[in-house]
């Protein structure tokens, strides 16, 4: 535990007594709380000595092979983060007639360079996912490898695990195939650039204007993805707008917590990767193969949901259903857009978490409710959620007719340790994120703010303001209340090194 540095003076509010702090959060100072954490809740901030002797000795693997198709002429491209170097995905479009579309989605081929069994699969195993938090990126696997060897970087050539679908005039989704394949990324693009250009509020970014065909080819990628949303809007799939905060750092010096907006560019991946993931859950079902699955169940707090609808003069049904909080939602968010993202957060809170279950041959498991899909698994990020690896292992051995790399037993066990280490990466970041907020929000104690519910259970109530970002526990006048309700609190108390802020209720 970080030692609270000394030179303070203490603040004493409604019975509350803490130091306040006399210098700055460095960045050092979060890493080594969100290393910490993550060692309480069994993950491995660090590489062991055979895994990076494993990683010492790995080199690009070959690139041809039976079945690998050579796409390198096609104008791939990446979008991700403004610094994402871990690059998962590749997208390009190609027109078909009748205002048809075909979408290919290339997906690094991380199985060739990380074996079973091997030291660096049994560290990506053990913790299952990268964990992001506020301070540094504690990668799944060695950024060799990520950032590099098997991430789809711009000009290299790359193994890729490819999907390939077309979308109708209408948005519905007709052939698909899966196969592998050589690719090369022609331009590494960023959200915000990409996003702010196909909104009409910014010029075209430079990677795009230079490479030729590039600002129409991600025109056809836009349009197409419109009409896979629309198809899945009207099916039910929910419209949630949150609004995260990201750190900002000065000279390794935390300064701030901003907004990350969610931008067009955001929505094309999303629906891309949500139609590419729905085509690999039925590429297995259709061989009569198990398959690793997302599944978000229906919601075992729809009352809760009616009852924040109803405060808000909606109507839903008693029984889950998703169309008619798509509809719900979607007025709200015309009625009162700058309340929306309290709303969406409420609403995703009592959705319950995702989870991975095995779906064996033959068999059905539950949909994912908020995508209001019934096939879905995860498939399209094997550099950053090792469901993804699996996923691509299984795929590659169905592809090969070879048998596959795991057995239904070990997959069922893969499948609850991926969702309980799923849930402790993301305690972790939480954590973090409340470390940089409760500093930044120390010299405030004592005032006041707007806030709504997030959370309610027997451990606690909590609450998020909205400037700054934060999310903290409601330790005096919680009685009564539940998600989504809108409170007056006063900031507490804050301790930057547990993660902990403190809200008292004003109203």
Excluded at 130 to 144: C, D, Q
Excluded at 145 to 173: E, K, M, P
Excluded at 289 to 304: C, I, K, N, Y
Excluded at 358 to 373: K, N, S, Y
């Amino acid at each position: 535990m970080l030692e609270k540095p000394s030179g303070q003076r203490p603040v004493t509010l409604s019975g509350y007594h803490r130091p306040m702090p006399a210098q700055q959060m460095r960045m050092q100072d979060l890493e080594a709380i969100a290393h910490r954490a993550m060692l309480d809740k069994g993950l491995l901030p660090d590489f062991a000595p055979a895994a990076l002797e494993q990683l010492a000795a790995i080199t690009r693997p070959a690139a041809s092979g039976p079945g690998i198709r050579d796409l390198r002429s096609l104008l791939w491209s990446s979008i991700d983060n403004d610094d994402s170097r871990d690059l998962d995905q590749l997208e390009v479009a190609q027109a078909l007639p009748g205002d048809a579309c075909r979408i290919l989605v290339a997906i690094a081929d991380v199985d060739s360079s990380v074996p079973v069994g091997s030291p660096l699969d049994d560290h990506a195993r053990a913790n299952t996912t990268s964990v992001y938090t506020a301070a540094k990126i504690f990668p799944m696997l060695p950024e060799k490898l990520s950032t590099d060897l098997t991430s789809l970087g711009d000009s290299q050539d790359r193994l890729a695990i490819v999907i390939d679908f077309s979308v109708a005039a209408n948005g519905a989704l007709s052939s698909s195939d899966v196969y592998r394949a050589l690719v090369r990324n022609r331009a590494k693009l960023a959200y915000d650039g990409v996003g702010a250009w196909l909104s009409g509020t910014a010029p075209a970014p430079a990677p795009v204007t230079a490479v030729a065909g590039m600002d129409q080819q991600l025109r056809m990628q836009d349009q197409a993805a419109q009409r896979l949303r629309s198809v899945r809007q009207a099916h039910g799939a929910l419209t949630l707008q949150t609004v995260e905060a990201r750190a900002v750092f000065d000279e390794g010096i935390l300064t701030d917590l901003r907004p990350d907006e969610p931008n067009r560019a955001k929505e094309l991946i999303e629906d891309f990767m949500i139609a590419a993931n729905g085509v690999v859950a039925r590429f297995f079902a259709a061989k009569g193969l198990p398959a690793l699955r997302r599944v978000l169940r229906s919601p075992e707090h729809w009352d809760q949901i009616v009852a924040v609808a109803s405060a808000l003069g909606g109507e839903l049904p008693a029984a889950p259903d998703a169309a008619a909080l798509n509809r719900f939602l979607a007025a709200r968010r015309q009625a009162a857009p700058a309340a929306f993202p309290d709303l969406s957060l409420s609403v995703i809170k009592l959705l319950g978490k995702g989870e991975y279950q095995v779906e064996p041959p033959g068999a059905t498991t539950p949909g994912h409710f908020g995508l209001a899909v019934s096939d879905y698994t995860h498939s399209t990020a094997p550099n950053r959620r090792f469901p993804d690896v699996i996923t691509q292992r299984l795929l590659k051995a169905a592809l090969a007719g070879s048998a596959a790399a795991y057995s239904l037993a070990e997959l069922e066990g893969l499948a609850e340790h991926c969702t309980v280490q799923e849930d402790n990466a993301k305690k972790v970041e939480r954590l973090v994120q409340k470390s940089a907020a409760g500093f930044l929000l120390a010299a405030q104690i004592g005032r006041q703010f707007d806030a709504v519910v997030t959370g309610t259970s027997a451990k606690g109530t909590w609450v998020r303001i909205s400037d700054p970002i934060a999310e903290g526990k409601l330790v005096k006048g919680a009685e009564g209340l539940k998600v989504g309700d809108k409170v007056r609190v006063l900031l507490l108390d804050t301790d930057p090194a547990r993660g902990f802020i403190d809200f008292g209720r004003t109203r």
